[in-house]
């Protein structure tokens, strides 16, 4: 019986050692085993067997890193790889592939770190928040709620949200807001991507019943580091309008130059920006703009409370409505 019992315990030691076969050492020559989940926004996360949370430590403060784990590996310059990586003893990091054989970069350089075989859900990202104000003077009551959930795969990611407010007080007609959209990226070699979205807006400041924008086109990435991501796209688009008078309906095709900012090395604070800009094609002297910036503030248990600005310009409206519509909303939320 003993001997069996010894087994037992022998055969659970090899197991627990093969999953806990991932290896990092701290600046302060700390050590911690266990199974690196991922490496993202200059944070990498490993999952110990003595610890119910993974544990999180930052990227810049890793001085030796060895892994059994395969990874999708981005680099800083776009380039992709599949495979382990090690610290090779000169400040350098060897990228272990099945393709290209041992590449050797610089620690800094990598940007992304994902496993390869975590399956499906351990690739989504989710988020959403919720604001709500109330007040005796004029009944008021408001509610706002931004959500995205998003997949990140070895080639390509796609990312859906939803941002809606509503308003209502006494004496004055309601306001809503609601504004969706699902964006589709082939990420080429180096930094490169294609690029396929869909929008959707409806506003009562503009009487938009629901403008559908679709857009086709490529991007870049002008800075991919730990510290923060910044991309550029171009291409064509096709604009759809529905308004509350169906007269003033109308569809136009558009250019479109976009931009994207996420900064993340801020220690629990990131920033996120973007802007898309739209010169008419088919309806010349017509531009417009769609703009949103958003501020996070990370709390524990994956929490956060969220500040952000979204604003929409046309200069060349329906007859009695406004040029511009904006939302400056606040929240606290949860994110996977």
């Known amino acids: 019986m003993k001997k069996i019992e010894c087994t037992l315990l022998l055969m659970l030691f090899c197991i627990v050692s093969f999953a806990q076969n991932d290896k990092i050492t701290f600046r302060n020559n700390d050590s911690v085993v266990g199974e690196v989940k991922y490496m993202k926004q200059g944070v990498l996360s490993i999952e110990t067997d003595y610890s119910d949370d993974d544990f999180t430590i930052e990227w810049i403060e890793i001085k030796d890193i060895s892994t059994e784990t395969y990874f999708l590996i981005t680099l800083s310059d776009g380039q992709r790889y599949n495979g382990k990586i090690a610290s090779n003893g000169d400040g350098l990091i060897d990228l272990i ?24 859900w351990s690739q989504v990202y989710a988020s959403v928040d919720v604001g709500f104000d109330m007040t005796r003077a004029n009944n008021l009551r408001q ?67 629901l403008r559908t924008n679709g857009r086709l086109g490529m991007g870049t990435y002008i800075l991919q580091t730990n510290a923060v991501f910044w991309n550029l796209s171009t291409g064509a688009s096709f604009n759809k309008e529905l308004y509350e008078e169906p007269e003033n309906d109308r569809d136009s095709w558009e250019g479109f130059v976009a931009s994207e900012l996420n900064m993340f090395d801020t220690g629990d604070l990131s920033l996120t920006s973007k802007i898309g800009v739209y010169p008419g094609i088919t309806e010349r002297g017509r531009w417009r703009y769609d703009f949103s910036f958003d501020v996070k503030y990370d709390l524990p248990k994956d929490f956060y409370v969220r500040m952000a600005l979204t604003l929409n310009y046309d200069n060349q409206p329906v007859e009695g409505t406004s040029k511009s519509d904006y939302v400056f909303s606040t929240g606290f939320g949860w994110e996977l």
């Open 97 to 120: 592939t099945d393709d290209e054989g041992t590449v050797v970069v610089n620690k800094e350089s990598i940007v992304h770190l994902e496993s390869v075989d975590k399956g499906f």
């Open 143 to 209: 509610l706002t709620s931004r959500s995205n959930v998003g997949y990140l795969a070895e080639r390509w990611s796609t990312d859906l949200f939803y941002n809606v407010l509503n308003s209502q007080q006494d004496s004055v007609a309601p306001v809503s807001r609601d504004d969706a959209g699902i964006d589709f990226k082939y990420y080429f070699e180096r930094k490169w991507f294609a690029l396929i979205s869909t929008t959707f807006l409806s506003n009562t400041e503009q009487k938009l019943d």
